[in-house]
Protein backbone atom coordinates (compact mmCIF):
# COMPACT_ATOMS: atom_id res chain seq x y z
CA UNK A 1 0.00 0.00 0.00
CA UNK A 2 1.20 3.54 -0.60
CA UNK A 3 2.65 5.66 2.50
CA UNK A 4 -0.31 7.73 2.41
CA UNK A 5 -3.15 4.70 2.85
CA UNK A 6 -0.30 3.24 5.20
CA UNK A 7 -0.48 6.62 7.67
CA UNK A 8 -4.02 6.23 7.86
CA UNK A 9 -3.79 2.27 8.45
CA UNK A 10 -1.91 3.00 11.20
CA UNK A 11 -3.89 6.12 12.59
CA UNK A 12 -7.03 4.17 12.49
CA UNK A 13 -5.58 0.77 13.63
CA UNK A 14 -1.89 2.30 14.88
CA UNK A 15 0.13 -0.93 14.96
CA UNK A 16 -1.81 -3.17 15.88
CA UNK A 17 -5.73 -4.19 15.51
CA UNK A 18 -7.84 -5.28 12.22
CA UNK A 19 -6.61 -5.28 8.48
CA UNK A 20 -8.26 -1.99 8.01
CA UNK A 21 -7.82 0.81 5.04
CA UNK A 22 -9.56 4.34 5.52
CA UNK A 23 -10.35 6.89 3.00
CA UNK A 24 -7.80 10.02 3.49
CA UNK A 25 -10.75 12.28 4.17
CA UNK A 26 -12.65 9.99 6.56
CA UNK A 27 -9.96 9.05 9.23
CA UNK A 28 -12.01 8.01 11.73
CA UNK A 29 -15.16 7.10 10.03
CA UNK A 30 -15.88 3.29 10.68
CA UNK A 31 -18.70 3.70 8.09
CA UNK A 32 -15.72 4.02 5.61
CA UNK A 33 -13.44 1.25 5.99
CA UNK A 34 -12.71 -1.70 3.77
CA UNK A 35 -11.70 -4.61 5.46
CA UNK A 36 -9.13 -6.55 3.48
CA UNK A 37 -9.68 -10.68 2.96
CA UNK A 38 -7.54 -12.30 5.70
CA UNK A 39 -8.98 -15.67 5.41
CA UNK A 40 -6.23 -16.79 2.54
CA UNK A 41 -3.32 -17.32 4.97
CA UNK A 42 0.30 -17.80 3.56
CA UNK A 43 1.33 -19.41 6.91
CA UNK A 44 -1.02 -20.86 9.33
CA UNK A 45 1.09 -23.39 12.00
CA UNK A 46 4.53 -22.42 13.46
CA UNK A 47 7.46 -23.68 11.68
CA UNK A 48 9.36 -23.21 14.86
CA UNK A 49 7.23 -24.68 17.75
CA UNK A 50 8.40 -27.98 18.49
CA UNK A 51 5.34 -29.02 20.51
CA UNK A 52 7.05 -32.18 21.97
CA UNK A 53 9.56 -30.27 23.65
CA UNK A 54 6.59 -27.78 24.79
CA UNK A 55 5.27 -30.29 26.34
CA UNK A 56 7.37 -32.62 27.29
CA UNK A 57 8.55 -30.99 31.40
CA UNK A 58 4.52 -31.80 31.97
CA UNK A 59 3.91 -35.17 30.61
CA UNK A 60 4.56 -36.90 33.52
CA UNK A 61 2.50 -34.25 35.90
CA UNK A 62 -0.45 -34.50 33.10
CA UNK A 63 -0.55 -38.23 32.92
CA UNK A 64 -3.42 -38.79 35.83
CA UNK A 65 -5.32 -35.63 34.58
CA UNK A 66 -7.82 -37.59 32.66
CA UNK A 67 -10.75 -35.79 30.74
CA UNK A 68 -12.75 -37.70 33.28
CA UNK A 69 -11.12 -34.87 36.32
CA UNK A 70 -11.16 -32.03 33.69
CA UNK A 71 -15.16 -32.57 32.96
CA UNK A 72 -15.65 -32.98 36.95
CA UNK A 73 -13.24 -29.22 37.28
CA UNK A 74 -14.57 -27.59 34.66
CA UNK A 75 -18.23 -25.90 36.27
CA UNK A 76 -15.64 -24.62 39.05
CA UNK A 77 -13.53 -23.18 36.69
CA UNK A 78 -15.05 -22.60 32.98
CA UNK A 79 -15.82 -19.35 32.93
CA UNK A 80 -15.53 -18.51 36.28
CA UNK A 81 -14.51 -15.69 37.92
CA UNK A 82 -11.16 -15.24 40.10
CA UNK A 83 -13.19 -14.41 42.98
CA UNK A 84 -15.49 -17.40 42.40
CA UNK A 85 -12.41 -19.77 41.55
CA UNK A 86 -10.98 -18.69 44.69
CA UNK A 87 -13.72 -19.20 46.96
CA UNK A 88 -13.77 -22.75 45.46
CA UNK A 89 -10.35 -23.47 46.49
CA UNK A 90 -10.75 -22.05 49.88
CA UNK A 91 -13.78 -24.49 50.57
CA UNK A 92 -11.49 -27.51 49.09
CA UNK A 93 -13.17 -28.13 45.43
CA UNK A 94 -10.34 -26.73 43.83
CA UNK A 95 -6.39 -26.22 44.49
CA UNK A 96 -3.67 -24.28 43.09
CA UNK A 97 -2.53 -27.51 41.12
CA UNK A 98 -5.15 -28.69 39.68
CA UNK A 99 -6.36 -25.23 38.61
CA UNK A 100 -2.80 -25.10 36.38
CA UNK A 101 -3.56 -28.93 34.71
CA UNK A 102 -6.96 -27.49 33.91
CA UNK A 103 -5.63 -24.47 31.73
CA UNK A 104 -2.57 -26.69 30.57
CA UNK A 105 -4.99 -29.43 29.91
CA UNK A 106 -7.26 -27.47 27.44
CA UNK A 107 -3.88 -25.28 25.85
CA UNK A 108 -3.35 -29.08 24.96
CA UNK A 109 -6.56 -29.93 23.89
CA UNK A 110 -7.40 -27.56 21.59
CA UNK A 111 -4.21 -24.64 20.64
CA UNK A 112 -2.51 -26.47 18.23
CA UNK A 113 -2.23 -28.80 15.36
CA UNK A 114 -5.51 -29.96 15.57
CA UNK A 115 -9.52 -29.29 13.79
CA UNK A 116 -9.96 -26.70 16.60
CA UNK A 117 -6.63 -25.33 17.21
CA UNK A 118 -5.95 -21.64 17.65
CA UNK A 119 -2.38 -21.01 18.14
CA UNK A 120 -2.85 -18.33 20.55
CA UNK A 121 0.33 -19.80 23.21
CA UNK A 122 4.10 -19.36 22.14
CA UNK A 123 5.73 -21.03 25.11
CA UNK A 124 4.76 -22.38 28.81
CA UNK A 125 6.35 -22.17 31.97
CA UNK A 126 8.21 -25.49 32.77
CA UNK A 127 8.11 -25.01 36.66
CA UNK A 128 4.69 -23.71 36.50
CA UNK A 129 2.52 -26.86 37.70
CA UNK A 130 5.79 -27.29 40.67
CA UNK A 131 4.94 -23.33 41.45
CA UNK A 132 1.14 -24.17 42.07
CA UNK A 133 2.33 -27.10 44.40
CA UNK A 134 3.71 -24.09 46.50
CA UNK A 135 0.88 -21.74 46.58
CA UNK A 136 -1.13 -24.78 47.81
CA UNK A 137 1.09 -25.28 50.75
CA UNK A 138 1.42 -21.63 51.08
CA UNK A 139 -2.61 -21.37 51.23
CA UNK A 140 -2.72 -23.90 54.35
CA UNK A 141 0.01 -21.87 55.92
CA UNK A 142 -2.58 -18.91 55.41
CA UNK A 143 0.34 -16.39 53.36
CA UNK A 144 -2.34 -14.93 50.89
CA UNK A 145 -1.59 -12.00 49.72
CA UNK A 146 -3.98 -11.08 47.02
CA UNK A 147 -6.76 -12.27 45.14
CA UNK A 148 -4.88 -12.56 42.10
CA UNK A 149 -2.93 -15.80 44.30
CA UNK A 150 -2.28 -18.66 42.54
CA UNK A 151 -3.64 -17.85 39.15
CA UNK A 152 -2.69 -18.50 36.21
CA UNK A 153 -1.66 -15.73 33.71
CA UNK A 154 -0.52 -15.77 30.04
CA UNK A 155 1.83 -12.97 29.12
CA UNK A 156 2.27 -11.44 25.76
CA UNK A 157 5.59 -12.82 24.02
CA UNK A 158 6.53 -9.36 24.32
CA UNK A 159 7.17 -9.28 28.25
CA UNK A 160 9.78 -10.53 29.81
CA UNK A 161 9.61 -13.47 32.41
CA UNK A 162 12.03 -15.63 33.51
CA UNK A 163 11.85 -19.38 32.30
CA UNK A 164 10.52 -18.23 28.84
CA UNK A 165 12.07 -16.57 26.08
CA UNK A 166 10.35 -13.52 25.04
CA UNK A 167 10.28 -13.13 21.23
CA UNK A 168 7.92 -10.57 20.14
CA UNK A 169 6.88 -13.70 17.36
CA UNK A 170 10.31 -12.49 15.60
CA UNK A 171 12.88 -15.41 15.04
CA UNK A 172 15.82 -13.38 15.73
CA UNK A 173 14.80 -13.31 19.35
CA UNK A 174 14.12 -17.00 19.73
CA UNK A 175 16.76 -17.05 22.39
CA UNK A 176 15.72 -14.00 24.17
CA UNK A 177 15.75 -15.35 27.67
CA UNK A 178 15.96 -12.75 30.09
CA UNK A 179 14.78 -11.42 33.83
CA UNK A 180 11.02 -10.66 34.81
CA UNK A 181 9.64 -6.92 33.50
CA UNK A 182 8.68 -4.78 36.26
CA UNK A 183 5.35 -5.83 35.56
CA UNK A 184 5.83 -9.42 36.13
CA UNK A 185 7.89 -9.12 39.06
CA UNK A 186 4.66 -6.82 41.13
CA UNK A 187 2.58 -9.88 39.45
CA UNK A 188 4.50 -12.52 41.24
CA UNK A 189 5.27 -10.41 44.15
CA UNK A 190 1.02 -10.24 44.40
CA UNK A 191 1.07 -14.32 44.19
CA UNK A 192 0.25 -14.49 40.64
CA UNK A 193 1.32 -17.90 38.63
CA UNK A 194 2.97 -17.13 34.87
CA UNK A 195 1.35 -19.96 32.86
CA UNK A 196 3.28 -18.83 29.55
CA UNK A 197 3.26 -16.48 26.93
CA UNK A 198 0.79 -15.46 24.20
CA UNK A 199 1.82 -14.86 20.78
CA UNK A 200 0.75 -11.73 19.04
CA UNK A 201 1.12 -9.91 15.87
CA UNK A 202 4.39 -9.91 15.35
CA UNK A 203 6.92 -7.27 16.78
CA UNK A 204 3.49 -5.74 17.97
CA UNK A 205 2.07 -5.31 14.48
CA UNK A 206 4.66 -2.91 13.22
CA UNK A 207 6.58 -4.74 11.16
CA UNK A 208 5.27 -6.63 7.82
CA UNK A 209 2.66 -3.35 7.51
CA UNK A 210 0.35 -6.06 4.98
CA UNK A 211 -0.24 -9.26 6.69
CA UNK A 212 -2.93 -10.68 8.67
CA UNK A 213 -3.45 -9.64 12.59
CA UNK A 214 -2.76 -12.24 14.71
CA UNK A 215 0.76 -13.67 12.80
CA UNK A 216 4.00 -14.04 13.84
CA UNK A 217 6.56 -16.09 12.36
CA UNK A 218 7.72 -17.74 15.84
CA UNK A 219 3.80 -18.55 16.77
CA UNK A 220 2.25 -18.49 12.98
CA UNK A 221 -1.38 -17.43 12.80
CA UNK A 222 -3.66 -16.72 15.85
CA UNK A 223 -7.58 -17.64 14.77
CA UNK A 224 -10.48 -16.68 16.36
CA UNK A 225 -12.21 -19.20 18.76
CA UNK A 226 -16.02 -17.20 17.03
CA UNK A 227 -14.57 -17.89 13.36
CA UNK A 228 -11.42 -19.61 13.10
CA UNK A 229 -11.22 -18.66 9.25
CA UNK A 230 -13.75 -16.13 9.27
CA UNK A 231 -13.43 -13.67 12.19
CA UNK A 232 -10.26 -11.36 12.25
CA UNK A 233 -8.63 -11.87 15.60
CA UNK A 234 -7.84 -8.59 16.16
CA UNK A 235 -4.05 -7.29 17.10
CA UNK A 236 -1.62 -7.16 18.09
CA UNK A 237 -2.78 -8.73 21.09
CA UNK A 238 -4.27 -11.32 19.54
CA UNK A 239 -2.98 -14.42 21.48
CA UNK A 240 -3.87 -12.61 25.05
CA UNK A 241 -7.73 -12.54 23.68
CA UNK A 242 -7.97 -15.60 22.27
CA UNK A 243 -6.64 -17.26 25.34
CA UNK A 244 -8.74 -15.73 28.00
CA UNK A 245 -11.83 -16.10 25.26
CA UNK A 246 -11.45 -19.69 25.10
CA UNK A 247 -10.32 -20.33 28.74
CA UNK A 248 -6.89 -21.18 28.57
CA UNK A 249 -5.91 -18.62 31.79
CA UNK A 250 -7.41 -16.96 34.68
CA UNK A 251 -6.26 -13.60 32.40
CA UNK A 252 -3.43 -12.37 30.23
CA UNK A 253 -1.58 -9.01 29.97
CA UNK A 254 -1.71 -7.47 26.75
CA UNK A 255 -0.15 -3.79 25.53
CA UNK A 256 -0.90 -1.54 23.38
CA UNK A 257 0.19 1.83 21.49
CA UNK A 258 -2.99 2.42 19.68
CA UNK A 259 -5.95 -0.25 19.70
CA UNK A 260 -3.76 -3.50 20.67
CA UNK A 261 -5.59 -3.83 23.38
CA UNK A 262 -8.59 -2.88 22.81
CA UNK A 263 -9.01 -3.79 19.32
CA UNK A 264 -8.22 -8.04 20.22
CA UNK A 265 -10.77 -7.80 23.36
CA UNK A 266 -13.52 -6.53 21.15
CA UNK A 267 -12.53 -8.95 18.21
CA UNK A 268 -12.74 -12.12 20.90
CA UNK A 269 -15.89 -10.79 23.02
CA UNK A 270 -13.16 -10.27 26.36
CA UNK A 271 -12.69 -7.01 28.14
CA UNK A 272 -9.64 -5.34 27.92
CA UNK A 273 -8.50 -1.88 29.49
CA UNK A 274 -5.35 0.19 28.53
CA UNK A 275 -4.79 2.22 31.02
CA UNK A 276 -3.18 5.77 31.49
CA UNK A 277 -0.16 5.93 30.29
CA UNK A 278 2.75 5.08 33.37
CA UNK A 279 0.23 3.84 35.63
CA UNK A 280 1.76 0.37 34.64
CA UNK A 281 5.35 0.43 34.12
CA UNK A 282 7.13 -0.60 30.50
CA UNK A 283 10.17 -1.65 31.70
CA UNK A 284 11.30 -5.18 30.22
CA UNK A 285 8.43 -4.91 27.62
CA UNK A 286 9.50 -5.05 23.78
CA UNK A 287 8.49 -1.31 22.67
CA UNK A 288 6.99 0.33 19.66
CA UNK A 289 6.74 4.17 21.31
CA UNK A 290 7.96 5.14 24.69
CA UNK A 291 5.20 7.82 23.84
CA UNK A 292 2.43 5.88 24.03
CA UNK A 293 2.92 2.07 24.73
CA UNK A 294 1.21 0.69 27.96
CA UNK A 295 0.32 -3.04 29.39
CA UNK A 296 -3.15 -3.71 30.41
CA UNK A 297 -5.45 -6.84 31.42
CA UNK A 298 -7.10 -8.40 29.86
CA UNK A 299 -9.99 -10.54 31.13
CA UNK A 300 -13.13 -12.38 30.75
CA UNK A 301 -15.02 -10.11 33.06
CA UNK A 302 -14.54 -6.89 34.89
CA UNK A 303 -13.85 -7.95 37.94
CA UNK A 304 -11.20 -9.79 36.99
CA UNK A 305 -10.00 -7.06 34.78
CA UNK A 306 -10.03 -4.85 37.71
CA UNK A 307 -7.68 -7.42 40.15
CA UNK A 308 -5.28 -7.86 37.42
CA UNK A 309 -4.67 -4.44 37.10
CA UNK A 310 -4.31 -4.22 40.53
CA UNK A 311 -1.57 -6.71 41.20
CA UNK A 312 0.30 -4.96 38.39
CA UNK A 313 0.35 -1.20 39.78
CA UNK A 314 3.37 0.21 40.79
CA UNK A 315 6.54 2.94 40.64
CA UNK A 316 8.82 2.25 38.54
CA UNK A 317 12.18 4.81 38.95
CA UNK A 318 13.15 3.17 35.74
CA UNK A 319 10.48 3.94 33.76
CA UNK A 320 10.40 7.85 32.43
CA UNK A 321 6.45 8.27 32.18
CA UNK A 322 5.75 5.79 35.57
CA UNK A 323 3.53 7.65 37.85
CA UNK A 324 3.64 7.79 41.37
CA UNK A 325 0.34 7.40 43.02
CA UNK A 326 -1.00 6.55 47.12
CA UNK A 327 -2.70 2.83 46.03
CA UNK A 328 -4.52 2.64 49.09
CA UNK A 329 -7.23 1.01 48.24
CA UNK A 330 -7.46 -1.96 45.18
CA UNK A 331 -9.95 -1.52 42.25
CA UNK A 332 -12.18 -4.51 42.59
CA UNK A 333 -13.67 -4.55 45.87
CA UNK A 334 -16.21 -2.04 45.71
CA UNK A 335 -17.37 -2.44 42.10
CA UNK A 336 -20.33 -4.39 43.11
CA UNK A 337 -21.55 -0.41 44.58
CA UNK A 338 -20.94 1.20 40.95
CA UNK A 339 -23.59 3.29 40.12
CA UNK A 340 -24.40 4.88 36.59
CA UNK A 341 -27.12 7.63 37.90
CA UNK A 342 -26.52 10.91 36.31
CA UNK A 343 -22.97 9.98 34.65
CA UNK A 344 -23.27 11.76 31.31
CA UNK A 345 -21.84 10.52 28.53
CA UNK A 346 -21.27 11.25 24.72
CA UNK A 347 -21.99 8.86 22.35
CA UNK A 348 -20.91 9.34 19.03
CA UNK A 349 -23.44 10.65 16.24
CA UNK A 350 -22.13 8.50 13.28
CA UNK A 351 -22.03 5.31 15.60
CA UNK A 352 -26.08 5.32 16.09
CA UNK A 353 -27.02 3.25 13.25
CA UNK A 354 -25.22 0.52 14.93
CA UNK A 355 -28.00 -1.18 16.73
CA UNK A 356 -25.58 -3.19 19.04
CA UNK A 357 -24.17 0.57 19.83
CA UNK A 358 -27.90 2.06 20.34
CA UNK A 359 -28.69 -0.89 22.87
CA UNK A 360 -25.59 -0.92 24.94
CA UNK A 361 -26.61 3.03 25.15
CA UNK A 362 -29.83 2.11 25.95
CA UNK A 363 -29.16 -0.31 28.73
CA UNK A 364 -26.72 2.83 29.88
CA UNK A 365 -30.20 4.79 30.42
CA UNK A 366 -32.11 2.29 32.53
CA UNK A 367 -29.80 2.61 34.56
CA UNK A 368 -29.86 6.40 35.40
CA UNK A 369 -27.38 7.38 32.72
CA UNK A 370 -27.52 10.80 30.37
CA UNK A 371 -25.98 9.98 27.59
CA UNK A 372 -25.87 12.77 25.16
CA UNK A 373 -25.24 12.07 21.14
CA UNK A 374 -22.61 14.62 19.90
CA UNK A 375 -20.98 15.53 16.88
CA UNK A 376 -17.00 15.14 16.22
CA UNK A 377 -14.70 17.73 15.23
CA UNK A 378 -12.68 16.75 12.00
CA UNK A 379 -9.72 16.13 13.86
CA UNK A 380 -6.80 15.67 12.54
CA UNK A 381 -3.64 13.43 13.30
CA UNK A 382 -0.59 14.68 11.62
CA UNK A 383 2.59 12.73 12.05
CA UNK A 384 0.95 9.88 13.67
CA UNK A 385 3.06 7.30 11.62
CA UNK A 386 6.46 9.36 12.21
CA UNK A 387 6.06 9.65 15.50
CA UNK A 388 5.77 5.61 15.91
CA UNK A 389 8.87 5.37 13.02
CA UNK A 390 11.01 7.75 15.40
CA UNK A 391 10.32 6.31 18.63
CA UNK A 392 10.48 2.63 17.55
CA UNK A 393 13.90 4.10 16.10
CA UNK A 394 15.13 5.01 19.62
CA UNK A 395 13.49 2.47 21.51
CA UNK A 396 14.40 -0.60 19.94
CA UNK A 397 17.73 -0.24 20.48
CA UNK A 398 17.21 0.61 24.25
CA UNK A 399 15.60 -2.44 24.91
CA UNK A 400 18.36 -4.19 22.82
CA UNK A 401 20.41 -3.11 25.00
CA UNK A 402 19.28 -2.87 28.12
CA UNK A 403 16.43 -5.95 28.71
CA UNK A 404 17.34 -8.19 26.20
CA UNK A 405 20.01 -11.07 26.72
CA UNK A 406 23.03 -10.20 25.92
CA UNK A 407 23.85 -12.99 23.59
CA UNK A 408 21.43 -11.28 21.36
CA UNK A 409 23.19 -10.27 18.52
CA UNK A 410 20.70 -7.55 16.97
CA UNK A 411 20.86 -3.98 18.04
CA UNK A 412 18.76 -1.84 15.91
CA UNK A 413 15.91 -2.09 13.68
CA UNK A 414 18.93 -2.12 10.73
CA UNK A 415 20.16 -4.94 12.50
CA UNK A 416 17.49 -6.86 12.52
CA UNK A 417 16.14 -6.37 8.79
CA UNK A 418 19.38 -7.53 8.04
CA UNK A 419 18.83 -10.50 10.12
CA UNK A 420 15.55 -11.34 8.61
CA UNK A 421 16.82 -11.30 4.57
CA UNK A 422 19.03 -14.83 5.45
CA UNK A 423 15.49 -17.10 4.96
CA UNK A 424 12.79 -14.24 4.05
CA UNK A 425 10.56 -17.04 3.16
CA UNK A 426 10.33 -18.32 6.78
CA UNK A 427 11.26 -15.50 8.77
CA UNK A 428 9.09 -12.58 6.81
CA UNK A 429 6.86 -14.11 4.75
CA UNK A 430 4.86 -10.71 4.12
CA UNK A 431 7.81 -8.63 3.80
CA UNK A 432 9.12 -5.63 6.81
CA UNK A 433 7.97 -2.99 4.90
CA UNK A 434 6.92 -1.12 8.17
CA UNK A 435 10.70 -1.17 9.07
CA UNK A 436 12.30 -0.28 6.27
CA UNK A 437 10.04 3.25 6.86
CA UNK A 438 11.59 3.23 10.24
CA UNK A 439 14.89 3.19 8.81
CA UNK A 440 14.04 6.10 6.04
CA UNK A 441 12.34 8.68 8.49
CA UNK A 442 13.96 11.22 10.26
CA UNK A 443 13.98 14.05 12.46
CA UNK A 444 15.86 16.88 14.62
CA UNK A 445 14.96 16.47 17.97
CA UNK A 446 13.10 20.16 17.80
CA UNK A 447 11.24 18.29 14.88
CA UNK A 448 10.22 14.83 17.07
CA UNK A 449 8.84 16.81 19.95
CA UNK A 450 6.88 19.41 17.66
CA UNK A 451 5.28 16.11 16.15
CA UNK A 452 4.79 14.44 19.82
CA UNK A 453 2.89 18.15 21.15
CA UNK A 454 0.70 18.40 18.16
CA UNK A 455 -0.38 14.77 18.13
CA UNK A 456 -1.30 15.21 22.35
CA UNK A 457 -3.03 18.60 21.55
CA UNK A 458 -4.80 17.24 19.07
CA UNK A 459 -5.71 13.86 20.81
CA UNK A 460 -6.69 16.19 24.06
CA UNK A 461 -9.27 18.72 22.28
CA UNK A 462 -10.70 15.86 20.53
CA UNK A 463 -12.06 15.12 24.10
CA UNK A 464 -12.15 18.06 26.04
CA UNK A 465 -13.63 20.62 24.08
CA UNK A 466 -17.37 17.87 24.26
CA UNK A 467 -16.48 17.10 27.47
CA UNK A 468 -16.39 20.96 28.81
CA UNK A 469 -19.38 21.76 26.21
CA UNK A 470 -21.54 19.20 27.64
CA UNK A 471 -20.25 18.49 30.90
CA UNK A 472 -19.51 14.90 30.46
CA UNK A 473 -18.00 12.47 32.76
CA UNK A 474 -16.80 10.16 29.58
CA UNK A 475 -17.26 8.71 25.92
CA UNK A 476 -18.72 5.83 24.73
CA UNK A 477 -17.49 3.93 21.47
CA UNK A 478 -17.25 0.93 19.55
CA UNK A 479 -14.06 -1.58 19.68
CA UNK A 480 -10.89 0.58 19.26
CA UNK A 481 -12.77 3.33 16.63
CA UNK A 482 -11.77 6.13 18.92
CA UNK A 483 -8.11 4.03 19.82
CA UNK A 484 -5.36 6.23 17.84
CA UNK A 485 -7.21 9.69 19.70
CA UNK A 486 -7.13 8.10 23.30
CA UNK A 487 -3.66 7.36 22.50
CA UNK A 488 -2.22 10.44 21.76
CA UNK A 489 -4.36 12.30 24.43
CA UNK A 490 -3.04 9.69 26.74
CA UNK A 491 -6.51 9.00 27.94
CA UNK A 492 -7.43 5.58 29.50
CA UNK A 493 -10.27 3.41 27.76
CA UNK A 494 -12.03 0.07 28.85
CA UNK A 495 -13.98 -2.52 26.53
CA UNK A 496 -16.84 -4.25 27.35
CA UNK A 497 -18.19 -7.40 25.52
CA UNK A 498 -21.79 -5.89 23.84
CA UNK A 499 -23.27 -8.54 21.44
CA UNK A 500 -22.25 -10.28 18.30
CA UNK A 501 -23.33 -9.54 14.63
CA UNK A 502 -25.39 -11.43 12.53
CA UNK A 503 -21.96 -13.46 11.29
CA UNK A 504 -20.93 -14.07 14.90
CA UNK A 505 -18.20 -11.31 14.73
CA UNK A 506 -18.22 -10.21 18.30
CA UNK A 507 -18.06 -6.41 19.34
CA UNK A 508 -17.01 -4.21 22.40
CA UNK A 509 -19.01 -1.19 24.08
CA UNK A 510 -15.94 0.91 24.59
CA UNK A 511 -15.50 3.69 27.64
CA UNK A 512 -13.28 6.66 27.53
CA UNK A 513 -12.43 9.00 30.24
CA UNK A 514 -9.34 11.27 31.53
CA UNK A 515 -5.97 10.14 32.80
CA UNK A 516 -6.14 7.85 36.01
CA UNK A 517 -10.06 7.49 36.02
CA UNK A 518 -9.51 3.53 35.80
CA UNK A 519 -11.48 3.09 39.04
CA UNK A 520 -14.73 4.97 37.25
CA UNK A 521 -13.72 3.32 34.02
CA UNK A 522 -13.99 -0.12 35.96
CA UNK A 523 -17.21 0.82 37.81
CA UNK A 524 -18.70 2.49 34.70
CA UNK A 525 -18.15 -1.12 33.03
CA UNK A 526 -18.89 -2.94 35.60
CA UNK A 527 -22.50 -1.60 36.05
CA UNK A 528 -22.91 -2.02 32.20
CA UNK A 529 -21.79 -5.79 32.35
CA UNK A 530 -23.96 -6.44 35.22
CA UNK A 531 -27.18 -4.91 33.20
CA UNK A 532 -26.06 -6.87 29.77
CA UNK A 533 -24.44 -9.93 30.17
CA UNK A 534 -23.12 -10.34 26.40
CA UNK A 535 -20.64 -12.20 26.89
CA UNK A 536 -20.86 -15.90 25.68
CA UNK A 537 -18.48 -18.71 25.39
CA UNK A 538 -17.35 -19.72 21.82
CA UNK A 539 -19.39 -22.60 20.93
CA UNK A 540 -16.52 -25.09 19.92
CA UNK A 541 -14.89 -24.45 22.92
CA UNK A 542 -17.07 -24.82 26.06
Known amino acids: MNRIVLLLFVITISACKS ?72 EHKLTYENLTKFYLYRIRKYDRENNLSLNSVISLNPFVIKEAKQKDKALLNRKFKHAIFGMPILLKDNINSLNMPTTAGAVVLQNNTTDDAFIVKQLKSNGALILGKANL ?34 GSSSGS ?4 ASNFCAAAVGSETSGSIL ?16 LLSRSGIVPISSTLDTPGP ?47 FGAFKRLMQD ?20 DEDNMRLPNFLRLLNLDMKNDLPVYLNTWANKSIEVKSVKDVMAYNKKDSLNIMPYGQSLFRGIIAD ?7 KAIKDTLKTSGRLFFDKPMETYNLDGFLSINNYHAAFAAVAEYPAITVPMGYMKNGTPKGFTFISKPLSEKQLLQWAYAYEQVSKMRKTPSNYN
Open 263 to 278: SPSSANSVVGLKPTIG
Open 355 to 374: SLYVSAINKLKSKGALVIVI
Open 19 to 90: KIEIKQTDVSNPDSVRVKDFREFKVLDSKYINTSQLWEPFNKDLKTFTEEVYNRLKPLILEQDILTIQKNIQ
Open 241 to 244: GVTV
Open 442 to 448: MATDTEF
Open 298 to 344: MTKNVIDNAILLDAMVGFDATDSKSIKIPHTSNYFDDLNESSLSGKR
Open 201 to 234: SEWAYFFCGDCPSGYSAVGGQTLNPYGRRSIDTG
